[in-house]
């Protein structure tokens, strides 16, 4: 926690848990032991030790996105995002510079000053305990030899109503010298001793602290005190029998004092005479659990603590049309993965909705979205390179095109199919030679979300479908050259986030524009492999076939063994290898000549670094070529 957001995020998220353990605690309260009843404060204190929304992941209610509806109405700023990075406060990075800086810092003060309170108090204790008086063993070793427990430095102190244990590493049990402490108390405090209960008073006071101004969590801290107590009052009665039992209450009511009841690092049997009362209630009903409880209990506690620390994902936003839940909703529902950035990329193009963008862009562009919301409404993002979302043929959805990994983040073409054909420009109908929008972008990880942005201005082109790679779309090129011909491979890969509905009584699907922000990709490869003739034009009557067979080549391994194309064949394997051999007729000379092509759906979406490629003139091996990445050629062109 670095700001009063983080500190809102924390202790609200911990409040949720807290007001349904008390609810669970008191549905449960005579069905429980109070072990178990102690135990289920594990659960709050697992939630108090993890930062709020960790992966994106929020307890029983969207909390993020309600402090982020908070922060962005009362400071006007969207461009930020609450993150806990840790369940404790943290130094402000910058000096106060606001009235939330300021609180921040009077937060901290007061952690500060309890923590210091708590401090004092325990020095107070430890240099009074140093002027008691030792205690003679006899009866804290009977009591201790009697029940199996561990002993301590024991001595007395005036003006004490009741014993207790105080320290951990060097723990001292402190009596009262004005009168004489009965046995059943010596046996209490050598429990707590035992069991090392003053840890858990100590974790009591570090939550207090951290959490001074929060009095749901002051109450839950109480409660749990007072389990603390109950709990100990359990085991002394598991080893008392008869009248011991009765008469171990009646020594609870004559303990009401409260003078080192909140000490941390102590025991102490007083908690006040309400809680008092509340042990004694329990004695009267004081029963043996069965063993089967036990079971039951840890049933109970795992149907808790499954799911609250899991959490939940957003996975989709509000569409209420107020700017403030709407861009909180989508700045909180993160894009897990860089596909689901990608996908939510484009639906938000395809549909103009400016809260999907808000769910995939970075933090420097959320203001300028808020901004536009007031201008063109909740529903039309207008962005002046991708025009408007009435463009584009929402049936045909979107195509991620050369998908690379580069520099932490990944980089791909956003290939858009339009309605028509712009303006100025014809189209025939054929499917094949559609208009479409292509678009270079990145996404990358920013403070645990996936994020998009633009690396140019968005483009429109005409396709060029043919066997292999649609040459009007982005594709890199592989080339290497050898006696009078250049061989090309061209790959171009289409990657997807499969969002398509139900199909209807028709059979007829579409894709569902709703964000897919945990998606992962679909992907097919496209490759063609062409030959230039490059040489003399007198030397092209040595030639009548030529073929190539490439395969990828993977650095640092051997050459892969290439296949021998036949005449007339062409061909591909699912290993990414093609080949192919032709005749040279008149017309193939001065254009490229076709050798082979195909696709492969589920095939790796990357960029091989090299090809290993066979050269075949007049069906003889003429060379063997390692096709490089074209120079100057990159997967947008």
Same mark, same amino acid.
């Given at each position: 926690?670095?700001?009063?957001?983080?500190?809102?995020?924390?202790?609200?998220?911990?409040?949720?848990?807290?007001?349904?353990?008390?609810?669970?605690?008191?549905?449960?309260?005579?069905?429980?032991?109070?072990?178990?009843?102690?135990?289920?404060?594990?659960?709050?204190?697992?939630?108090?030790?993890?930062?709020?929304?960790?992966?994106?992941?929020?307890?029983?209610?969207?909390?993020?996105?309600?402090?982020?509806?908070?922060?962005?109405?009362?400071?006007?700023?969207?461009?930020?995002?609450?993150?806990?990075?840790?369940?404790?406060?943290?130094?402000?990075?910058?000096?106060?510079?606001?009235?939330?800086?300021?609180?921040?810092?009077?937060?901290?003060?007061?952690?500060?000053?309890?923590?210091?309170?708590?401090?004092?108090?325990?020095?107070?204790?430890?240099?009074?305990?140093?002027?008691?008086?030792?205690?003679?063993?006899?009866?804290?070793?009977?009591?201790?030899? &009697?029940?199996?427990?561990?002993?301590?430095?024991?001595?007395?102190?005036?003006?004490?109503?009741?014993?207790?244990?105080?320290? =951990?590493?060097?723990?001292?049990?402190?009596?009262?010298?004005?009168?004489?402490?009965?046995?059943?108390?010596?046996?209490?405090?050598?429990?707590?001793?035992?069991?090392?209960?003053?840890?858990?008073?100590?974790? =009591?006071?570090?939550?207090?602290?951290?959490?001074?101004?929060?009095?749901?969590?002051?109450?839950?801290? @109480?409660?749990?005190?007072? !389990?603390?107590?109950?709990?100990?009052?359990?085991?002394?009665?598991?080893?008392?029998?008869?009248?011991?039992?009765? !008469?171990?209450?009646?020594?609870?009511?004559?303990? &009401?004092?409260?003078?080192?009841?909140?000490?941390?690092?102590?025991?102490?049997?007083?908690?006040?005479?309400?809680?008092?009362?509340?042990?004694?209630?329990?004695?009267?009903?004081?029963?043996?659990?069965?063993?089967?409880?036990?079971?039951?209990?840890?049933?109970?506690?795992?149907?808790?603590?499954?799911?609250?620390?899991?959490?939940?994902?957003?996975?989709?936003?509000?569409?209420?049309?107020?700017?403030?839940? @709407?861009?909180?909703?989508?700045?909180?529902?993160?894009?897990?993965?860089?596909?689901?950035?990608? !996908?939510?990329?484009?639906?938000?193009?395809?549909?103009?909705?400016?809260?999907?963008?808000?769910?995939?862009?970075?933090?420097?562009?959320?203001?300028?979205?808020?901004?536009?919301?007031?201008?063109?409404?909740?529903?039309?993002?207008?962005?002046?390179?991708?025009?408007?979302?009435?463009?584009?043929?929402?049936?045909?959805?979107?195509?991620?095109?050369?998908?690379?990994?580069?520099?932490?983040?990944?980089?791909?073409?956003?290939?858009?199919?339009?309605?028509?054909?712009?303006?100025?420009?014809?189209?025939?109908?054929?499917?094949? *030679?559609?208009?479409?929008?292509?678009?270079?972008?990145?996404?990358?990880?920013?403070?645990?979300?996936?994020?998009?942005?633009?690396?140019?201005? &968005?483009?429109?082109?005409?396709?060029?479908?043919?066997?292999?790679?649609?040459?009007?779309?982005?594709?890199?090129?592989?080339? !290497?050259?050898?006696?009078?011909?250049?061989?090309?491979?061209?790959?171009?890969?289409?990657?997807?986030?499969?969002?398509?509905?139900?199909?209807?009584?028709?059979?007829?699907?579409?894709?569902?524009?709703?964000?897919?922000?945990?998606?992962?990709?679909?992907?097919?490869?496209?490759?063609?492999?062409?030959?230039?003739?490059?040489?003399?034009?007198?030397?092209?009557?040595?030639?009548?076939?030529?073929?190539?067979?490439?395969?990828?080549?993977?650095?640092?391994?051997?050459?892969?063994?290439?296949?021998?194309?036949?005449?007339?064949?062409?061909?591909?394997?699912?290993?990414?290898?093609?080949?192919?051999?032709?005749?040279?007729?008149?017309?193939?000379?001065?254009?490229? =000549?076709?050798?082979?092509?195909?696709?492969?759906?589920?095939?790796?979406?990357?960029?091989?670094?090299?090809?290993?490629?066979?050269?075949?003139?007049?069906?003889?091996?003429?060379?063997?070529?390692?096709?490089?990445?074209? *120079?100057?050629?990159?997967?947008?062109?």
């Amino acid at each position: 926690m670095r700001d009063i957001w983080g500190f809102l995020l924390q202790t609200l998220t911990a409040s949720g848990v807290a007001l349904l353990l008390i609810a669970v605690k008191a549905m449960l309260r005579d069905k429980l032991s109070p072990r178990w009843q102690f135990a289920a404060w594990g659960v709050l204190w697992a939630v108090l030790l993890m930062p709020a929304g960790l992966m994106g992941r929020y307890c029983l209610i969207n909390w993020p996105m309600l402090v982020e509806v908070v922060r962005s109405a009362l400071t006007g700023k969207f461009g930020a995002l609450t993150y806990v990075t840790a369940p404790v406060p943290l130094p402000p990075v910058y000096a106060p510079a606001s009235l939330w800086d300021w609180l921040y810092i009077a937060y901290l003060t007061g952690a500060a000053a309890l923590a210091a309170k708590y401090i004092l108090s325990y020095v107070r204790l430890r240099l009074a305990l140093k002027k008691g008086r030792p205690m003679p063993a006899g009866q804290i070793e009977a009591v201790a030899d &009697a029940y199996d427990l561990p002993v301590c430095r024991a001595v007395e102190l005036r003006g004490l109503q009741t014993a207790f244990v105080c320290g =951990i590493f060097r723990p001292v049990l402190a009596l009262p010298a004005d009168r004489e402490t009965d046995s059943k108390v010596i046996l209490h405090e050598l429990l707590h001793l035992k069991y090392r209960d003053a840890v858990w008073g100590l974790v =009591i006071a570090f939550f207090r602290c951290l959490h001074w101004c929060n009095p749901l969590l002051w109450l839950c801290a @109480d409660m749990a005190s007072n !389990d603390l107590e109950a709990l100990c009052d359990q085991r002394v009665l598991e080893r008392l029998e008869g009248e011991d039992r009765r !008469d171990y209450g009646r020594i609870l009511l004559s303990m &009401a004092d409260e003078k080192y009841a909140r000490v941390p690092g102590t025991s102490s049997m007083a908690n006040g005479s309400r809680n008092v009362r509340r042990r004694i209630e329990a004695i009267v009903r004081f029963k043996l659990y069965p063993a089967g409880m036990r079971l039951v209990s840890v049933c109970i506690l795992l149907v808790l603590v499954c799911p609250i620390l899991a959490g939940a994902r957003a996975r989709t936003v509000t569409d209420t049309g107020d700017k403030y839940i @709407d861009l909180a909703s989508a700045r909180t529902t993160r894009c897990v993965t860089f596909a689901g950035a990608f !996908d939510t990329y484009a639906k938000a193009v395809i549909t103009g909705r400016n809260d999907y963008r808000a769910m995939c862009a970075p933090l420097s562009e959320q203001d300028a979205l808020a901004g536009s919301w007031s201008e063109y409404g909740g529903r039309s993002w207008f962005d002046a390179d991708l025009s408007h979302k009435d463009v584009y043929d929402r049936s045909l959805g979107y195509g991620i095109y050369n998908l690379a990994e580069n520099n932490g983040g990944w980089e791909g073409v956003l290939v858009l199919t339009l309605q028509s054909a712009p303006e100025g420009e014809t189209w025939s109908g054929n499917s094949s *030679e559609r208009w479409v929008t292509v678009q270079p972008l990145r996404a990358y990880r920013e403070n645990g979300r996936w994020v998009v942005t633009a690396l140019g201005d &968005a483009k429109t082109c005409q396709r060029d479908e043919r066997d292999g790679v649609d040459l009007g779309l982005p594709y890199i090129e592989y080339k !290497d050259a050898a006696a009078d011909f250049t061989v090309r491979l061209l790959r171009q890969t289409l990657s997807y986030v499969d969002s398509r509905t139900e199909p209807d009584v028709f059979g007829y699907s579409q894709p569902d524009m709703t964000p897919v922000p945990d998606g992962k990709f679909l992907s097919e490869t496209q490759e063609t492999v062409l030959a230039d003739y490059t040489g003399p034009e007198e030397n092209r009557a040595l030639y009548d076939r030529v073929g190539v067979s490439a395969a990828v080549l993977k650095s640092g391994e051997v050459r892969p063994v290439l296949r021998t194309p036949k005449s007339g064949e062409t061909g591909g394997s699912t290993d990414g290898s093609q080949w192919g051999d032709t005749s040279l007729r008149d017309d193939w000379w001065d254009g490229p =000549i076709f050798l082979s092509g195909g696709g492969e759906w589920g095939g790796d979406p990357t960029f091989p670094e090299l090809y290993a490629a066979d050269l075949y003139l007049n069906g003889e091996k003429s060379a063997e070529l390692t096709l490089r990445p074209a *120079e100057g050629g990159d997967i947008y062109v």
